[in-house]
């Protein structure tokens, strides 16, 4: 069976291992560029405390603003185990189309052992190039972890377990879908939506609260998180805000806007600003620290391995009750 | 003693059987010839016998042991070929041996070359370029190389030439000689049948019309005419097959019961195919009959 595996999945184990040898390249090609950025903007003094308050924020903000160049690497690196999973699983739904497992099963293989090996195989050599390309992205991604933290979306994706996690969930969604619809083109689509889909769904709407998010009124002055807190709600760069009064009322910005007016120049901002503090009014913020990463990642990691299984199970139940 | 039997089996897929209270033992070191029309449940059989499908009433076992749950006991036995074989089209004829080779613990590597050589399939070829007449060859070969001691086999020469057909026939033939091999194969080409088969099983509609040897139920059919009025008398004593009625003399096509006493009727001997083409034919009025029936009435 191991060799029949192989046979049949030849192409797209090398398909995936140059792809993936490119992505290595790239990561070492680039990683000398980010140390040099970071040491041309003076950021080594700030960590150690060194260096100028303003000059520092200013120094953060430039060396994010030059990493955003880094975008579509991230990116890249950020779907592509979804799209090592698709690619490995699609041959079982090629045989699924063709019947071809019909072969298999009519020699002297069980359908445990074909299941075993044909799943398991695949499943192991994506773990280890994902987990491979996860270790040395982490290993790239270090210095700007120095700086920005690795909690940010983006940077978490892209290390620690979660890209062998999406890799292992985009694989089963393939092979469940192969194995139910017997077609090879939907199955494929279908893990490509619905791996990038579940991964996006965490990422957006479950994966701050996974623990309890330290929180915080911010009045004025300094911000209460640093700057390698991954902030979930309200400070700089927020898409929604929510105040608190004196009384611990909460107050959305539109009834804030009633109070306060708009925020539409430099001017207003300052109006703004003496309006707050005029009612007493703070904003509420929330962040992770990046001491969180290794219990964010392992939560993240389990309920996506978790899909992942109970899909595997569903396959396994279908192959064996439901397939002719 | 009994190689393959099945009691009360049957498949359902949706709301209709495919097979339906199939019960049937298939003696060891035979050729069965399972014929019936398309839809008659062959190829469902033949699945169910393989373990390809799970039945949804009764049981199948093959040397006492059942095809999913003895799974690995059972498989290394039986070898399969389908209708159209799914093969990997993308194998080369070599590595589709060598893939044979390595899934089954018995494998006779020499005869599957020599085979192949005969045939002129060279091993570099890729599956995908083969004709459907070599491909349908290749799956026999890998199914005849893994030694089975039971080969089911689903219209096996469908898609084969005359002549590749009668050799395909001799090799069956000389394997459950000398090897003891019991052979099932559905055709619904009867011709070729009588030569090579010894046992013949005919299914309609997911139910055996006639199952036995193939020599007795031969000899045991015969055809009788005789006058319109004496049916009824034949009737009582032997199983009436088929009537065919014209002015005055009635055709009859009858399994022998007993004896024939009765100097009003001649006796002529039948072939195979006449045997065959009656019981499918029966296999296929009976229940239109009575739907007819049951529509008029309503």
Redesign the interface.
Known sequence: MIWLTWRQQRFEAALAAVVIALGIGVLVLTRQAIIADINALGIPDCLRGLGDNNACSNAYQAFKDNFASQQPLLGALTYLPVLVGVVLAASVAVEMEQGTYRLAWAQSVTRERWMLTRFGLPLLFGIAITGLVAAITSWWMQPANQVQGALRPGSFDVQGLLPPAYMVLAFAITVAAGVVLRRTVPAVGLGMVAGIGTHLAVQFWLRANFVAPMSSVWMSGAAPYGPRDWVVQGGAGASSYLYVDSAGRQLSYEQVQAVCGQVTDAQSKGAWSSCLQAHHLGELVRWQAPTRFWELQSIETALVVGIALALLLVTVWWLRRRTV | MNVLEARGLGKRYGRTWALKDLTLDVPGGRIVALVGPNGAGKTTFL?LA?????PSAGTVVAFGLSPRRD??AF??KV????QE?????R?SVG?LM???S????RWDGLMAKRRLQRLGIRLDRSVGSLSGGMRAQVALV??LA?MPDLLLLDEPMASLDPLARHEFMQLLMAASAEQGLTVVLSSHIIGDLRATCDYLVVLTQGRTQLVGDMDAIVSTHQRLVGPVEMVDAVDHVQEIVQVELSDRQASLLVRMRGPLLDPHWESYPVDLDQIVLAYLSRGLSDPGIDHLATKVAS
């Open positions: 699945q393989m373990g390809l499908a799970e799974a690995a498989l290394p070898g399969y070929a389908a074989p799914p093969l990997f089209r194998f590595e060598t893939m044979g390595r899934l089954n613990p890998l199914a893994k």
